[in-house]
């Protein structure tokens, strides 16, 4: 079960549940019969909402939380009936552990016979931080690693109502595991094991991907696309090959003029960038081994290229300051992205930052979500009306840059 999180606040997704896809996969081949209940898929309340509009949304998650009469509990509760699963598997990251585990009590209630498992960021981060750790009453075990998952086709068809996912929210692509890199805000902090996938795999799913009927491109939601030079240049060649437009993100000193001129000649219509910040103690403090000079001459490089780029940036730091928002800021305007994926800054469990200010906060799992507009222990009131400013300002940049687009289509 993907547990249910954005439909709450009617935010429309784009992606399917992967992860809970490979599980499956990897389940099927043990000969296990096995479906996906996405409890996420996008209703008919969903639509596609600007970033300020998703912070004041978001409150919809916490009520329904505490709102045990919510239709989507009662849906929840009905195909648990229906289906009668012997096992049932939970995946969640950290926002949405609390609908994970109503999902459950609701399993345990239903079928007490039932064995019921979690998995996935969530569950990793907590065991990382302290093997101990107690998930409550709900599981009967919890698996934070399966080896090598990623290294295989997904087998989408066992999601419950295929048929109801648009081509585009089927077409991303995993092809790779792990980062060399230590953030202190990310996650993957402590993960540094590589898997590549086989390419021989990689070609079936572009080929299904290409298959599907109105399918626009693919979306490669690879952590770094470019770092692995040979690999680049055959995965690029193939969606060339099989005319597929493609998105993809990359570390930005992975860059090259000769890559960019690959990625876009290759069709690769959007590029994702991680920038973070325009201060170089900022950069420095979460360890990101990233120059502000070569942020500007690399992203000079994409705009010369020509390729629509989102830069992504975080803000609210517990050790930002007003002068590194403005330089953040300053260098926004000077390096020009097609779009501004803003992000408040989120404290996860499993990172550095988390266990330096957050260990003992008593945040609430709830909270964690980056476009969330709650206010962290600690935070200064005046910080905060500048990035709610910030939000403001690069909504309406991003308008302007999207009109621009369309004027000059
Ligand atoms: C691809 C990806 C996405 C994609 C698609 C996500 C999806 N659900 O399909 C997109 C871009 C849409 C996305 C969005 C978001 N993501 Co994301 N994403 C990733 C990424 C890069 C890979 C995840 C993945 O599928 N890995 C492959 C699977 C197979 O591995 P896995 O998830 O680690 O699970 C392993 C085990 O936990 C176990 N397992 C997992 N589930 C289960 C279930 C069962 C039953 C069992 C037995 C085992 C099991 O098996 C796996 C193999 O060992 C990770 C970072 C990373 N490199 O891992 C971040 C990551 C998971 N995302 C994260 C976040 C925060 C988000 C967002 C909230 C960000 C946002 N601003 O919106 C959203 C929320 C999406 C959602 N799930 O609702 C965080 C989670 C942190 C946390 N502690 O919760 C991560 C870790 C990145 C980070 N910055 O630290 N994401
Ligand atoms: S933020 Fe990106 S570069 Fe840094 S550790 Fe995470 S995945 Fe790697």
Not at 53 to 71: I, K
Not at 94 to 107: C, G, N, T
Not at 210 to 224: E, I, K, L, T, W
Not at 385 to 400: A, G, S, V
Request: hydrophobic content about 35%.
């Amino acid at each position: 079960v993907e547990p249910p999180f954005y439909r709450f606040f009617g935010y429309q997704r784009w992606h399917y549940p992967v992860t809970l896809a490979l599980v499956g996969t990897y389940l099927k081949g043990l000969g296990h019969d096995v479906a996906i209940y996405d409890a996420d898929l996008p209703d008919a309340g969903c639509r596609s909402l600007s970033r300020q509009e998703t912070r004041q949304q978001y409150a919809r998650y916490g009520q329904a939380l505490d709102d045990p009469g919510h239709p989507i509990w009662g849906e929840i509760r009905r195909v648990i009936r229906d289906r009668r699963p012997e096992v049932v598997g939970i995946t969640s990251i950290s926002p949405k552990i609390e609908s994970a585990d109503l999902v459950a009590r609701m399993v345990r209630e239903e079928l007490p016979e039932a064995r019921i498992i979690l998995g996935g960021a969530h569950a990793l981060a907590m065991r990382d931080m302290d093997p101990g750790y107690d998930f409550g009453p709900w599981y009967d075990e919890v698996v934070v690693h399966i080896p090598n998952l990623v290294d295989q086709r997904p087998d989408k068809k066992l999601l419950l109502d295929y048929d109801l996912y648009p081509a585009k929210d089927l077409s991303s692509i995993l092809t790779l595991s792990g980062c060399p890199m230590q953030c202190t805000f990310c996650c993957r902090s402590f993960d540094r094991t590589f898997i590549y996938r086989d390419l021989g795999s990689v070609r079936e799913e572009l080929e299904e991907i290409a298959g599907y009927p109105g399918h626009s491109g693919v979306y490669v939601m690879d952590d770094c696309f470019f770092s692995h030079g040979e690999r680049f240049d055959r995965m690029t060649a193939m969606m060339r090959e099989l005319d597929l437009p493609f998105v993809a993100g990359g570390r930005i000193m992975a860059l090259t003029p000769g890559k960019l001129e690959q990625f876009r000649e290759r069709g690769g219509s959007k590029l994702l960038v991680g920038v973070e910040s325009g201060s170089q103690r900022i950069l420095d403090r979460v360890k990101k081994k990233l120059r502000v000079e070569e942020i500007v001459r690399r992203c000079a490089w994409i705009n010369r290229e020509g390729i629509p780029w989102s830069a992504f940036l975080v803000v609210g730091f517990p050790f930002e300051t007003m002068d590194d928002l403005e330089m953040t800021e300053e260098l926004i305007y000077r390096i020009r992205p097609t779009f501004i994926s803003v992000n408040r800054f989120t404290p996860y469990p499993g990172t550095e930052i988390f266990r330096e200010f957050y260990a003992d906060a008593g945040l609430r799992f709830r909270d964690l979500f980056q476009l969330n507009c709650n206010v962290l222990p600690g935070a200064d009131p005046a910080m905060e009306e500048k990035i709610d400013r910030l939000f403001e300002d690069f909504d309406r940049y991003n308008e302007e840059r999207r009109r621009e687009g369309e004027g000059r289509a």
